[in-house]
């Protein structure tokens, strides 16, 4: 029997950077007027959820990422109102929405951290973390910010220093402290009571540090990285990662329980694949992120190592999810893709919604957008400004979307906080939608056949062993229903034997949309060079 239909399980997640949708108003970036304008052509996608990244008020140092209130929207991109109806109308296209919730840390402009600085017997000192300057007045231990320099802080009228894993505008909150730790959870309530769906955890799993605050030991070798980059010459054993976190997600997860059909997903920070697997499980997380698939480079052995890894961690009690793209990752088009072509993006999202788990993908992935270029002058990542030339930081990945080929892409009528990517013209929404052989009319096609099949959206896996190193062939069932999966990682055309029994009782269910496809003779199947086929077995 088929297991009931989850939005979240067996569906694909849809990850909006609200800053760069859409702008209503002008002012160059977007809004959540803007996510309202296109839900239409969201639910024409045939996703089912949409991920908004950070849409609380933020100074912005590291864009929302810094949050100054836990209770309301940005007025950068509208208001409560505005929220209550984006989820109303999202939900009457049986779309969900999932928030973006920074607990690990606040923006220094929060009135808790505002409070917290006055003075030691400041109710609210104790709600972030605090150290005395080491014997020699230095810094209280060695560990460094990823952003850059040390992770500590020092606050003279105090006398103490404060701790930071990113930059000194995101001050971490002492989660070791009852008061913060029962207010952070009433957040997933207050939200929840809201009608959200769901949320995606930022670093969730730096919630705590070692309370003896003791030095990170150092990363075995030398290289030029982390000699610029100091932060990864250590073994991050004790500012991150730690046991608490445990019943913190526990806890978390009899919250979401309370609310029917709701889901909670982890970002794990520094930590391996098998550690975020600790973090998930009927009462843990719903899902954690993995980054061993969006990091493997482009190959079909590296692809299989990674889904077979992935999947077995995962086994029968949880559920895996892949992603190519977010707001901190170069897009894979930019990485992957020759040219204008999009025959690899078109490979890539065969594989990624066709293994067991659910898809995130990334807006404007849907029309092959690539990464920006910007002069040193231009970028506005805390990450580029630090690292520049090493780390061009993720602006490159955040341009704004490319509806049309109108002025700034049709995405405002203003001056655009980022530049659109000079190839809006071309590539864009109003172009490919009128195109059958475009990359959206892929993606629309793809979920379609996705969503339509319980072997694609819900079955078990199964990697089939081949001698071609540049194929990888899995099968995917759900009951009495077959699907094999042939994907063609080389830029040749390969004529492929398949290694299983019966070949004749597998028909081709669907090759793409290019003019070459893939072509099944009477033993064997042609494809195109980085083609696929998605074959389906005949019932006996």
């Not at 930059?167 to 809201?194: A, C, I």
């Not at 979920?447 to 089939?464: D, Q, S, T, Y």
């Not at 070949?503 to 893939?518: M, Q, R």
Request: charged share 25%; net charge negative.
């Amino acid at each position: 029997m088929t297991e009931k239909r989850l939005w979240w399980k067996h569906g694909i997640i849809y990850q909006i950077y609200p800053r760069s949708f859409q702008d209503t108003n002008g002012d160059g970036i977007g809004d959540l007027a803007g996510v309202i304008q296109h839900l239409d052509y969201i639910q024409d996608l045939g996703v089912d959820a949409i991920w908004l990244s950070p849409i609380n008020p933020s100074p912005d140092v590291d864009f929302g990422y810094d949050v100054a209130d836990y209770h309301t929207i940005d007025p950068k991109f509208g208001n409560l109102q505005d929220f209550e109806r984006l989820t109303q109308e999202a939900h009457k296209r049986n779309l969900h929405i999932i928030m973006d919730l920074v607990l690990s840390h606040s923006s220094d402009q929060h009135r808790w951290f505002q409070e917290a600085q006055k003075s030691v017997d400041n109710p609210y000192h104790n709600w972030y973390i605090w150290r005395d300057p080491a014997p020699d007045g230095g810094v209280p231990n060695n560990w460094m910010a990823m952003f850059g320099g040390s992770a500590w802080e020092y606050v003279e009228h105090l006398n103490k220093y404060y701790y930071h894993m990113f930059t000194k505008g995101q001050p971490d909150l002492n989660w070791h402290n009852p008061e913060v730790r029962s207010t952070m959870l009433d957040v997933f309530r207050y939200w929840l009571d809201k009608g959200v769906d769901g949320f995606r955890l930022d670093v969730f799993n730096n919630y705590f540090q070692d309370q003896q605050f003791r030095d990170n030991p150092p990363e075995a070798g030398f290289s030029l990285r982390k000699l610029v980059r100091k932060f990864e010459a250590q073994k991050h054993i004790y500012d991150t990662n730690q046991p608490e976190m445990i019943e913190v997600v526990e806890d978390i997860r009899s919250i979401m329980d309370c609310y029917p059909e709701r889901y909670v997903v982890g970002e794990t920070f520094l930590a391996s694949s098998a550690q975020a697997r600790t973090f998930i499980g009927p009462n843990r997380l719903h899902a954690g992120f993995d980054y061993g698939f969006c990091n493997a480079p482009f190959s079909a052995q590296a692809y299989g190592q990674a889904i077979q890894y992935w999947d077995a961690l995962h086994g029968k009690d949880a559920w895996p999810n892949y992603f190519f793209n977010n707001h901190d990752t170069p897009r894979s088009t930019s990485r992957f893709a020759r040219g204008d072509s999009d025959a690899i993006p078109k490979l890539l999202l065969t594989m990624q919604l066709t293994v067991r788990g659910t898809p995130y993908l990334y807006y404007g992935e849907e029309i092959g957008i690539r990464d920006i270029s910007l002069p040193r002058s231009l970028i506005q990542d805390p990450v580029g400004k630090q690292y520049w030339p090493f780390n061009k930081g993720r602006d490159g990945c955040r341009s704004p979307m490319q509806w049309s080929a109108r002025e700034n892409a049709g995405f405002t009528s203003g001056e655009p906080w980022l530049p659109v990517n000079k190839d809006y013209r071309v590539r864009n929404v109003e172009a490919q939608a009128a195109s059958p052989a475009s990359l959206l009319a892929f993606y629309k096609e793809l979920i379609a056949i996705r969503r339509a099949h319980p072997a694609l959206n819900a079955g078990a896996l199964e990697l089939i062993s081949t001698d071609d190193d540049d194929l990888l062939i899995y099968q995917r069932q759900e009951g009495d229903e077959k699907i094999l999966v042939v994907l063609n990682f080389s830029r040749q055309i390969t004529t492929c034997q398949l290694p299983i029994e019966n070949f004749n009782k597998w028909e081709l269910l669907y090759a793409g949309n290019e003019a070459i496809t893939s072509q099944m003779t009477e033993n064997d199947l042609n494809l195109p060079a980085y083609g696929f086929a998605i074959l389906i077995s005949r019932s006996e």
